[in-house]
Nanobody
């Protein structure tokens, strides 16, 4: 059973920084790559950042590139998202996502249908 648990949400002032974390309890292939998505009220779910476990290749949405940094711990169990220069447009529910099949991507996609498991989300507001 794969469980993704996000943490780190809250309230932050514009221009501030925040760090989100996601712990993945799944098997190794469930951690081959992981991603962060976000969804604001009335908007579609948007891919934010992703990383693969082995080569640590990353992928970022244009809207966050240069402001957000995705990283993983050495064991590959925890995915972090360091966010800086935050604006009100970044306010959303942030979700962690992981695959359900043994696939690998050097640059993991930011399409929701690439992922099979989702956390419950963590909310933050700027």
């Amino acid at each position: 059973h794969v469980q993704l648990v996000e943490s780190g949400g809250g309230s932050v002032q514009a221009g501030g920084s925040l760090r989100l974390s996601c712990v993945n309890s799944g098997h190794t292939y469930n951690r081959n790559y992981m991603a962060w998505f976000r969804q604001a009220p009335g908007k579609e779910r948007e891919g934010v950042a992703s990383m693969n476990r082995r080569e640590r290749g990353t992928n970022y949405a244009d809207s966050v590139r240069g402001r957000f940094t995705v990283s993983r711990d050495n064991a590959g169990n925890t995915l972090h998202l360091e966010m800086s220069s935050l604006t009100p447009e970044d306010s959303a529910m942030y979700y962690c996502a992981a695959p359900g099949r043994a696939r690998r991507y050097q640059t993991p996609p930011l399409y929701p249908n690439t992922y099979d498991y989702w956390g419950l989300g963590t909310q933050f507001t700027v």
